[in-house]
């Protein structure tokens, strides 16, 4: 273009179709020598204002779709704001020698304000995103944790759509990793399947450590990554990434969405996968195919699974049963596996009289005040499950993985039982392995031992063993160094007042292994990052068990202040939805476990403490409600009052690390 030439000045004519007149802005709005950018519904405008006369576009520029009324008039032209490419800011005319111009719309300056005409907006029409939407809601899906970029826009907006139809819900939160940790929890307390969203590169990125924990834990979800364009994939686009490679490890199944696919049968294989296999699905979205146009209906699951009710074989099971008939002091022993059903597995301690003892995944899996119930075994656990352990002839275990943390003895006979024949003997060989169904093998141990049987019933050795240690756990509340409180105080208080039916989630460090030794479970579910013991956990966590279970039941979630610090900014996505969740944040202003480690190790203690802000007032700033306890006397109020608050709080406990 050369220096002299100037603008076209003709004005775009009214069109002769269909069209609608719309006040884009008011008479004074826009200066002399201006561009600026509007929106009508769902469209957006540059409209200009040069030389008295007023010109409105589109504000997408033709070459990469830069924002017109982002950019500037400079001698007379509209420059658009990426790749400074010139039009007429009267009518979108480029200068001579060029012919990609943006669409241009008629103008009229009235006294009340500037107009435009524009066609009537185009019906939406069924997209790709709205199928496999459709397809994920079919398979229960109808939370969604994530954050809308530019390379998932499309999928976004058919979520949005079922959204307004009330298919699902949207929680747009502060960092993916949060997303994926709420969608992992959900899974984990309903079985059920939520998702979480990302765009290209770091957004989806920013999913994987949430996706690990659900790997290893085998809970299920759905992951959704936006992908930048198919054109410029593989080419160093900006965001661009190899996110099948990169996910390739965490995900069970994995696929990028291709224009030719079946979209609603790609989206069933990723919610059977991982809903059957409790693991992760992952889908990858270019950003094109998003908006494709498509006539595909969507899937679901019916006629897609069978039952899982599965038997063992007879022979093992008649093993097993006389094996139990001819046991004095077994014990039982139930992991997050045997969660779901362990009304049977009760029955059948409550036939023989055996202890039951339940990994940390498991705690809350039976209440510690059943007379049968013994509290956790391991590392996080109860003296009254290791003291029964120990004493024990046999152990019978329903879906407990024998994590090296658990406890449970290998050199004691076991009996296994599992519906996951990977899961049966995996860390060292067992007396007798029985695949099937928790609930059903249950039954039919059951039902084999009616009869006579040898196993003493041990309900009046439990009861004198909880004696001894709820003695021992008074004695360490009056523990004061003058540096905080101690968390025998801190778990009894809570053991009181939280709901019997609440969902409890926790976190890692100190905190938790006290959670798992001092809190007294009754009905409550507990969550946590068993295997990948992530920091960080228990608060987005929180957020995706209130998803799952409203406001029916209290939630109430339990952190250290390293933990909290990971995702301190999701009170306010908290806030923003209302989500009625109480969090307990025991401040010792360090990585207590860390600190405990390093001693134990006989390494100086390095790099462990940590700058914090006031966090009740922290959640004040927030809109949530905060209390701050620095002596045990204040305890009772702040823990009653924030478990009765409507909507998100904080309690927080100053704490003493070596009394945790």
């Given at each position: 273009m050369s220096d002299d030439e100037q603008p076209s000045t003709e004005a775009v004519s009214v069109p002769d179709g269909p069209h609608e007149w719309h006040k884009v802005l008011d008479v004074d709005d826009l200066p002399e020598g201006r561009v600026t950018t509007v929106s009508v519904g769902r469209r957006t405008l540059a409209v200009t204002h040069v030389d008295g006369t007023y010109g409105a576009m589109s504000n997408h520029c033709p070459h990469q779709g830069g924002p017109l009324g982002e950019g500037s008039i400079e001698k007379g032209w509209l420059r658009c704001p990426w790749h400074g490419y010139d039009y007429s800011?009267?009518?979108?005319?480029?200068?001579?020698?060029?012919?990609?111009?943006?669409?241009?719309?008629?103008?009229?300056?009235?006294?009340?304000?500037?107009?435009?005409?524009?066609?009537?907006?185009?019906?939406?029409?069924?997209?790709?995103?709205?199928?496999?939407v459709e397809t994920m809601v079919n398979w229960g899906v109808d939370?969604?944790?994530?954050?809308?970029?530019?390379?998932?826009?499309?999928?976004?907006?058919?979520?949005?759509?079922?959204?307004?139809?009330?298919?699902?819900?949207?929680?747009?939160?502060?960092?993916?990793?949060?997303?994926?940790?709420?969608?992992?929890?959900?899974?984990?307390?309903?079985?059920?399947?939520?998702?979480?969203?990302?765009?290209?590169?770091?957004?989806?990125?920013?999913?994987?450590?949430?996706?690990?924990?659900?790997?290893?834990?085998?809970?299920?979800?759905?992951?959704?990554?936006?992908?930048?364009?198919?054109?410029?994939?593989?080419?160093?686009?900006?965001?661009?990434?190899?996110?099948?490679?990169?996910?390739?490890?965490v995900s069970r199944f994995g696929e990028v969405v291709l224009s030719a696919a079946d979209h609603a049968e790609l989206m069933t294989l990723a919610c059977k996968t991982a809903i059957v296999d409790r693991n992760v699905a992952h889908l990858i979205f270019p950003d094109e195919v998003q908006v494709e146009r498509s006539d595909q209906e969507a899937s679901g699951p019916d006629g897609r699974t069978g039952s899982q009710d599965i038997s063992p074989p007879e022979r093992e099971l008649h093993e097993a049963i006389e094996k139990i008939r001819g046991s004095e002091h077994p014990v039982i022993v139930v992991g997050q596996g045997a969660r779901a059903d362990v009304a049977t597995v009760i029955e059948l301690a409550e036939l023989i009289g055996a202890p039951v003892i339940t990994t940390f995944k498991a705690k809350g899996a039976i209440s510690d005040h059943h007379p049968l119930g013994c509290g956790v075994l391991?590392?996080?656990?109860?003296?009254?499950?290791?003291?029964?352990?120990?004493?024990?002839?046999?152990?019978?275990?329903?879906?407990?993985?024998?994590?090296?943390?658990?406890?449970?003895?290998?050199?004691?006979?076991?009996?296994?039982?599992?519906?996951?024949?990977?899961?049966?003997?995996?860390?060292?060989?067992?007396?007798?392995?029985?695949?099937?169904?928790?609930?059903?093998?249950?039954?039919?141990?059951?039902?084999?031992?009616?009869?006579?049987?040898?196993?003493?019933?041990?309900?009046?050795?439990?009861?004198?063993?909880?004696?001894?240690?709820?003695?021992?756990?008074?004695?360490?509340?009056v523990d004061d160094h003058g540096s905080g409180m101690n968390a025998a105080s801190i778990f009894a208080e809570l053991s009181e007042h939280i709901p019997d039916d609440a969902v409890i989630c926790v976190d890692v460090g100190n905190n938790t292994y006290s959670f798992g030794r001092y809190f007294e479970v009754?009905?409550?579910?507990?969550?946590?990052?068993?295997?990948?013991g992530s920091i960080g956990f228990s608060f987005p966590a929180a957020m995706g068990a209130w998803a799952a279970v409203g406001d029916s039941r209290k939630v109430v979630s339990v952190s250290g202040d390293g933990g909290f610090g990971q995702y301190a900014m999701e009170i306010t996505t908290a806030v923003k939805y209302g989500m009625d969740i109480t969090h307990v944040l025991l401040n010792n202003s360090e990585l207590g476990k860390i600190s405990k480690e390093q001693r134990a190790g006989e390494f100086d203690v390095w790099q462990t403490s940590l700058h914090n802000p006031d966090f009740a007032a922290f959640a004040e700033l927030c809109g949530a409600h905060g209390e701050r306890v620095t002596a045990v006397d204040q305890l009772h109020d702040a823990v009653t009052t924030a478990l009765a608050h409507e909507g998100p709080s904080i309690v927080e406990v100053i704490t003493d690390p070596l009394l945790m």
């Open positions: 800011p009267c009518n979108g005319t480029p200068p001579e020698g060029f012919d990609d111009a943006p669409e241009a719309y008629a103008s009229e300056l009235r006294d009340d304000g500037v107009y435009v005409a524009l066609p009537p907006e185009v019906e939406h029409e069924r997209t790709v995103s709205d199928v496999m939370s969604v944790f994530g954050m809308v970029g530019h390379s998932n826009l499309g999928f976004a907006d058919a979520m949005h759509r079922a959204e307004q139809r009330g298919d699902l819900r949207y929680f747009g939160i502060r960092h993916e990793g949060a997303a994926s940790f709420a969608a992992t929890a959900y899974g984990k307390l309903t079985g059920r399947l939520a998702a979480c969203f990302g765009i290209a590169g770091p957004g989806s990125t920013n999913l994987l450590t949430g996706l690990y924990d659900a790997k290893v834990d085998r809970a299920p979800v759905l992951a959704l990554s936006g992908q930048v364009p198919s054109k410029t994939k593989g080419r160093g686009a900006f965001q661009d990434m190899d996110l099948a490679n990169a996910f390739k490890d391991g590392r996080s656990g109860t003296p009254v499950a290791s003291w029964l352990m120990n004493e024990s002839d046999l152990v019978v275990a329903f879906g407990a993985s024998f994590s090296n943390h658990t406890g449970i003895a290998p050199y004691k006979p076991i009996i296994q039982v599992d519906h996951d024949p990977m899961a049966i003997g995996r860390h060292h060989p067992v007396e007798i392995g029985l695949q099937g169904a928790v609930a059903t093998t249950a039954r039919l141990l059951t039902a084999g031992l009616d009869g006579q049987r040898t196993c003493i019933d041990q309900r009046a050795v439990i009861a004198d063993r909880w004696k001894i240690w709820r003695d021992e756990k008074a004695s360490r509340r009754a009905d409550q579910d507990v969550l946590m990052s068993g295997y990948l």
